[in-house]
Nanobody
Framework: QVQLVESGGGLVQPGGSLRLSCAASGSIFSINAMGWYRQAPGKQRELVATITSGGYTNYGDSVKGRFTVSRDNAKNTVYLQMNSLKPEDTAVYFC????????????????WGQGTQVTVSS
C-alpha cells in the first residue's frame, strides 16, 4: 500500500508565496516521476510541474518562471514553491507519482494524493 500525503495549501494574497509538500510512504521499491497537477472549479485537471528521479523538470506554460518543483529522494518527498501567485492559480492541487512496488515482481503504478486547496485572493 502506497500513500501520498500533501500539505502546505491555504489562503494567500495575490503576489504572495506558498510551498506545497507531498510525501510518499508505504511499500515503495522506487519512485520515478513526481509532480503536481491542479483543478479549478469547472475546469479539467492540468499539469503544473513534474520532476523525474534524475531531476529533469517540466512545467505548465501558465506557471513557468513563477513555480519551482524539487524533490528530496531520501525523504520520498516532492515540493512545489509557488511565487507571484495570481487569482487564477486558485485550485485544488494534487500530488502525483509513478511508483514501482514489489510483490513477487516489480510493477509501476500511478498514485494521486487527496488534494490540497490553494486560494489566491485579497
Amino acid at each position: 500500500q502506497v500513500q501520498l500525503v500533501e500539505s502546505g495549501g491555504g489562503l494567500v494574497q495575490p503576489g504572495g508565496s506558498l510551498r506545497l509538500s507531498c510525501a510518499a510512504s508505504g511499500s515503495i521499491f522506487s519512485i520515478n516521476a513526481m509532480g503536481w497537477y491542479r483543478q479549478a472549479p469547472g475546469k479539467q485537471r492540468e499539469l503544473v510541474a513534474t520532476i523525474t528521479s534524475g531531476g529533469y523538470t517540466n512545467y505548465g506554460d501558465s506557471v513557468k518562471g513563477r513555480f519551482t518543483v524539487s524533490r528530496d529522494n531520501a525523504k520520498n518527498t516532492v515540493y512545489l514553491q509557488m511565487n507571484s501567485l495570481k487569482p487564477e492559480d486558485t485550485a485544488v492541487y494534487f500530488c502525483n507519482s509513478r511508483i514501482s512496488v514489489y510483490s513477487g515482481a516489480t510493477r509501476e503504478y500511478n498514485y494521486w494524493g487527496q488534494g490540497t486547496q490553494v486560494t489566491v485572493s485579497s
